[in-house]
């Protein structure tokens, strides 16, 4: 009844919605009333099955009134099993994927937390030595100044 309610809802003037969703009939549109409604008229054919119900609509017609109406059920019955197996192989495999990436995701954040890690360590590393560097870089200079201003003391000495 959603459709038909939907078609009303857009308040084309003349225009009704023949429909019922209890019987597998066609859906008719019509513009016309009265003697000029049979040239008018246009009717559109479709039918469907509860699109939305994954073909639990073949539910409704097995019939096991008679021996050929259960073989027919059992028939419907095991296709609508087929269906669900195939359904569920489906799952499990859209649900492997996911995992799949899932652990690929981890791993590559894993990895990308470790080398961050290992560029840090590494920075930390070079300041490090550049820092012994420019320290034995002073204690050599204050070294040769103090060598430096120890050179006229000793001329000075040679002289008294």
Do not use: C, H, W, Y
Request: aromatic residues 4%; hydrophobic residues 45%.
């Amino acid at each position: 009844m959603g459709l038909k309610n939907a078609i009303d809802s857009l308040g084309i003037a003349g225009l009704t919605v023949d429909f019922d969703s209890a019987q597998l009939a066609p859906l008719a549109f019509s513009t016309g009333t009265g003697a000029t409604a049979a040239a008018s008229d246009l009717t559109v054919s479709a039918q469907f099955k509860n699109a939305g119900s994954g073909g639990l609509a073949a539910l409704s017609a097995i019939d096991v009134s008679s021996d050929a109406g259960a073989a027919a059920a059992l028939g419907n019955i095991e296709s609508l099993l087929q269906t669900s197996i195939n359904a569920a192989a489906e799952f499990g495999s859209a649900q492997k994927q996911i995992d799949i990436q899932s652990e690929f995701i981890g791993q590559l954040s894993d990895a990308l937390k470790a080398g961050i890690g290992t560029m840090v360590d590494a920075d930390m590393e070079e300041a490090s030595a550049r820092l012994q560097a420019l320290q034995v870089q002073q204690q050599l200079g204050i070294q040769s100044l103090s060598i430096a201003n120890q050179q006229p003391q000793n001329l000075l000495s040679l002289f008294r």
